[in-house]
């Protein structure tokens, strides 16, 4: 019996009916259903992730209003945007928060909070175009620990620097575009040079962005993108090393310490509200 066309489990291009791998990306044709069976459910697995990140973000946006209302602004960029009260209560980072208030643990909340609607809207569309492709190549430990250390290096390398305050996903976003820089340059072959032109692209727009619009946290995005490189590289990507136990035992830190922080930030934000 001949054997169909069929789309590569890995980069989602078409495996000719003569083909016994994929020529883009050199994954073997899967035999059984088996495999097709055990990819879907790691699929489903990451896609459950993103959209327990994705939510998380919205509702400490929600919560920041709450707790500090609108910011008065006459910038279309900035609507219904969160005051910097609401801001700082709910977890903002940089020398401000960390210096005086000694909130060290608003490296990891900053990551869940966003200055405007469109701030939130941009930076959730770019997770989720982003984020299913470092868990294809990662597996959703490892994307995991990436969103979360890497956010945590960007906003590191940016209290570092001296920016007073600063929020938003992006910081971890660009630790997921740095893992994806780093698989792309040391896979090599025909689709790990067109994941390598792809990202950089993304960070050149990065740049020009930053340069163009006003508030832009460049030390951020530039302490993300190579907290991912460097996490990328300590990690390993699926094709090199499986995820094992040290890996799924890092995320659940991570995830723990997540929980903890943000439901530490909105229980102390209802707190000082309260008692004001």
């Not at 390398?157 to 997921?176: E, N, Q, R």
């Not at 050149?204 to 619009?213: K, Y």
């Not at 699926?238 to 799924?248: A, K, L, M, Y």
Request: charged fraction near 10%; hydrophobic fraction near 45%; proline fraction near 4%.
């Amino acid at each position: 019996m001949s054997q169909r066309a069929m789309l590569c489990p890995r980069c989602r291009r078409l495996i000719g009916s003569s083909e016994s791998s994929c020529s883009w990306c050199g994954t073997p044709r899967p035999k059984g259903l088996w495999r097709i069976s055990a990819w879907t459910r790691g699929a489903l697995d990451g896609d459950w992730l993103v959209k327990a990140i994705i939510t998380a973000n919205i509702a400490f946006y929600l919560l920041s209003l709450l707790m500090g209302g609108l910011q008065p602004t006459g910038n279309p960029f900035s609507m219904l945007s969160p005051n910097q009260t609401g801001l700082m209560l709910m977890g903002a980072t940089g020398t401000i928060p960390i210096d005086r208030f000694g909130r060290l643990w608003s490296l990891v909340s900053a990551n869940y909070l966003h200055g405007g609607i469109l701030h939130i809207f941009f930076n959730l569309m770019a997770l989720r175009q982003i984020s299913p492709w470092v868990i294809q190549e990662y597996g959703s430990s490892r994307m995991f620990i990436i969103y979360t250390l890497g956010g945590v290096c960007g906003f590191w390398v940016s209290y570092i620097v001296g920016v007073p305050f600063t929020i938003g996903a992006s910081a971890a976003i660009c630790g997921l575009i740095g893992a994806l820089l780093y698989f792309g340059k040391s896979r090599g072959g025909t689709y790990g040079a067109a994941v390598y032109r792809e990202v950089s692209g993304w960070v050149v727009g990065l740049v020009l962005f930053g340069l163009v619009m006003p508030g832009i946290n460049n030390w951020g995005h530039g302490g993300g993108i190579l907290g991912g490189i460097v996490l990328g590289k300590l990690l390993g990507y699926g094709e090199r090393r499986r995820e094992n136990s040290f890996h799924h035992l890092l995320a659940l830190i991570c995830a723990v310490t997540t929980i903890a922080v943000l439901g530490w930030a909105a229980f102390t934000a209802v707190m000082i509200k309260g008692g004001s």
